[in-house]
Nanobody
Framework: DVQLIQTGGGSVQVGGSLRLSCSGS????????AGWYRQSPGKGNECELI?????????????SVKGRFTISQDNTQDNTKTVVHLQMNSLNFSDTAVYYC??????????????????????WGQGTQVTVSS
């Protein structure tokens, strides 16, 4: 079930940067944790959590993206909408994947089935391809 809207992504050369954004109603994020997952080539429907941010601003980064990726969250002034960004710098070949945003009360699992709504993940974005080439 897709209720979050993703923008950004595309193709970039090694060492380049991209920014992903994920927007939805404030209700999808309030009191919850928002995460960015990626589905790497050859991994079937497995999505790996690479970064997350909760409503208190506490951030998580998977080891391979630490120091290169930055997650942030903005709310509109009327507090009706939230946008979660993932700034990706120093991209390398292993970052090539389909990237998804998702939200849930608390993200416990490092690996999940992409776009599956369960007790942990309540809403997903539609996914966006990121391709890093030489």
């Amino acid at each position: 079930d897709v209720q979050l809207i993703q923008t950004g992504g595309g193709s970039v050369q090694v060492g380049g940067s991209l920014r992903l954004s994920c927007s939805g109603s404030r209700a999808n994020f309030e009191g919850s944790e928002a995460g960015w997952y990626r589905q790497s080539p050859g991994k079937g429907n497995e999505c790996e959590l690479i970064s997350s941010i909760d409503d208190n601003g506490i951030r998580y980064y998977e080891e391979s993206v630490k120091g290169r990726f930055t997650i942030s969250q903005d709310n509109t002034q009327d507090n009706t909408k939230t946008v979660v960004h993932l700034q990706m710098n120093s991209l390398n070949f292993s970052d090539t994947a389909v990237y998804y945003c998702a939200s849930g009360e608390k993200l416990y699992s490092h690996y999940v089935a992409c776009k599956r709504v369960n007790g942990e993940l309540e809403v997903w974005g539609q996914g966006t391809q990121v391709t890093v080439s030489s």
